[in-house]
């Protein structure tokens, strides 16, 4: 994915930093290109707009 144009800044405890660094790096990937699958994961996994009850028709009640 391309265009990358905006910045996100978050603040976590020291450890927790330096534990994921040292994870991405063993696996020789970019922390923010894990970051960005997560991310991705999350709304996929948590999409409200698929969460939404279905509206049932008239034919489909009991």
Same mark, same amino acid.
């Given at each position: 994915?391309?265009?990358?144009?905006?910045?996100?800044? #978050? %603040?976590? /405890?020291?450890?927790?930093? *330096?534990?994921?660094? /040292?994870?991405? %790096?063993? +696996?020789? %990937?970019?922390?923010? +290109?894990?970051?960005?699958? =997560?991310?991705?994961? =999350? #709304?996929?996994?948590?999409? #409200?707009?698929? /969460? %939404?009850?279905?509206l049932r028709?008239? *034919? /489909?009640?009991?």
């Amino acid at each position: 994915m391309s265009g990358k144009d905006s910045g996100f800044r #978050i %603040r976590v /405890e020291r450890d927790l930093r *330096e534990k994921f660094i /040292e994870v991405c %790096r063993a +696996q020789d %990937r970019p922390a923010a +290109q894990v970051l960005r699958d =997560y991310m991705r994961a =999350y #709304i996929r996994n948590h999409d #409200i707009a698929n /969460e %939404r009850p279905k509206l049932r028709t008239n *034919e /489909e009640k009991p």
